[in-house]
């Protein structure tokens, strides 16, 4: 029985169509067992050795190494003839007993999923199977699963040397008791799962995925398995004071916040780097704070999927490698509390044009069977220093340092948040009065203009918090970097 039942069509803008309840209704529902996602069921269990496999899945079943969120995923394809055919599934769970897996779901949800996708749309045309994924989400109570499945094409060479598109699905199943987790990391699971979709893709129209796709599931798996174990973040962060003259603070926050708080502060000394982390968490909201760490010693691995984290460095180090923010879905801070340097990311709109380009050699030299090693590097300016002069970080800063007896430290931080989100909320009102799907320079300045927002680390600010409350804003201010390009290029042969 499907309790609850969201269906969706992901394509190239990843807008969600919504067929049944939100995740926003589903995660406020009775279903959900509000909870962090730093609970003890988050902790690695113990290692196990993989149970039997019955011996009609022996040859397709491999197991990864034991995950507690994700139970197992399969690959499973349409043929005209046989119908859903099964092509490989990965175990993460090794719990004793699979019985209600191998009866019933790894037989029911692959033909559902597929049957659905038939009956839903015309077979794609050539050009359209590249970007095309679909992308189902459901909840059923009664097998105690989640279930998530992207459905694609990909394109099968017939003996007569015709091109044929062929219908697949790549499904992710977790256990019902991780759904409130699951919820909050809803949209980075999702980029991150058409990400292996793409590779998948790839293998299977080069005839076997064979064993080159287990890395990416596994990185994909210690990614979300990262987020949530050693170093969780207080619930209330405390305020820490600095010893300086407040600018290497104030360029911090200024930083951090005009990258939606996704910042990575590195370090020899743990003390340091987690009274800096304190002080930044505190602009993050609890479901942030909850995919965030403090420093953790004997750990200087970066982990992309974290909002907020903190390294420290062997004392042979004294900085990361920068290229490590491209692995991540978000323009990021970098703060070395050695050098007293706060360094950030391109903008938001320029940094998902890398990741787009990146994704496409890594996609190209898969498809030309060329070590991903060989990659195009990332461009020698990937970050900058950030200036010390937004007048909003400026006056709450000077507020702080001002004994008052009228309101706390906390609070004055409170207020802060809520006047970011009411400017945020207002550029928002005023770029919804513009009907044209880009703003044109001067309607942008006098609109900063009116909301008193001419100093430009100010406007970057407000920018970012409205970015978490309208995804794809900053493109609609400054436009595609890559539809740019083409119209440059088309204006350039014009000629």
């Not at 706390?408 to 207002?426: G, N």
Request: aromatic fraction near 8%; charged fraction near 20%.
């Amino acid at each position: 029985r499907n309790i609850t039942r969201m269906d969706w069509a992901l394509m190239n803008d990843m807008t969600p169509r919504v067929e049944a309840l939100s995740i926003q209704t589903l995660a406020r529902s009775h279903v959900v067992t509000a909870g962090p996602l730093h609970d003890q069921d988050r902790t690695p269990p113990m290692e196990r050795k993989p149970p039997p496999v019955p011996a009609e899945y022996r040859h397709l079943v491999e197991f990864l190494s034991e995950d507690d969120f994700f139970t197992a995923i399969m690959l499973y394809s349409w043929n005209d003839n046989a119908g859903t055919v099964l092509q490989k599934v990965w175990l993460c769970d090794f719990s004793p007993s699979l019985d209600i897996f191998y009866k019933t779901l790894i037989t029911v949800l692959p033909k559902f999923v597929l049957t659905a996708e038939l009956s839903r749309q015309d077979e794609p045309t050539l050009a359209q199977i590249p970007e095309l994924i679909n992308t189902r989400f459901s909840v059923y109570q009664d097998f105690g699963v989640i279930h998530v499945a992207h459905a694609f094409y990909s394109l099968r060479r017939t003996p007569r040397g015709q091109v044929q598109p062929v219908l697949h699905a790549l499904s992710f199943l977790m256990p019902f008791a991780k759904l409130s987790a699951y919820l909050e990391l809803h949209a980075l699971c999702l980029s991150r799962m058409r990400s292996l979709v793409k590779r998948v893709r790839v293998l299977l129209e080069k005839g076997d995925i064979g064993s080159e796709f287990n890395p990416y599931l596994q990185s994909f798996l210690d990614g979300i398995r990262g987020i949530g174990l050693a170093g969780a973040l207080p619930v209330a962060p405390a305020w820490h004071s600095f010893a300086d003259d407040g600018s290497f603070l104030r360029c911090a926050i200024t930083s951090h916040l005009q990258t939606g708080g996704v910042t990575v502060v590195v370090g020899h000394d743990t003390r340091d780097i987690d009274h800096l982390l304190s002080n930044l968490a505190v602009f993050l909201s609890p479901a942030e704070r909850r995919r965030s760490r403090l420093s953790v010693v004997g750990v200087d691995q970066y982990s992309p999927d974290l909002v907020l984290q903190g390294l420290v460095l062997a004392d042979t180090r004294a900085e990361v490698d920068a290229d490590m923010l491209l692995r991540a879905l978000h323009p990021a801070t970098l703060i070395s509390m050695t050098r007293q340097s706060v360094r950030q990311a391109k903008p938001r709109h320029e940094f998902s044009a890398l990741l787009k380009d990146r994704e496409s050699n890594e996609i190209n030299l898969m498809n030309a069977g060329t070590k991903a090693s060989a990659a195009p590097q990332p461009p020698p300016n990937l970050l900058h220093s950030v200036a010390d002069d937004s007048l909003l970080v400026r006056a709450l800063l000077e507020q702080i340092a001002r004994p008052s007896s009228l309101h706390s430290v906390q609070e004055l931080l409170s207020f802060f948040c809520r006047k970011l989100q009411r400017k945020a909320l207002l550029l928002l009102e005023y770029f919804d009065a513009v009907r044209e799907p880009s703003l044109g320079e001067g309607l942008i300045k006098s609109i900063r203009k009116e909301l008193n927002l001419t100093n430009e680390s100010d406007f970057r600010i407000i920018m970012a918090t409205a970015e978490k409350l309208r995804p794809g804003l900053h493109v609609r201010v400054h436009g595609d970097v890559h539809g740019k390009l083409d119209r440059l290029s088309d204006m350039l042969l014009s000629f």
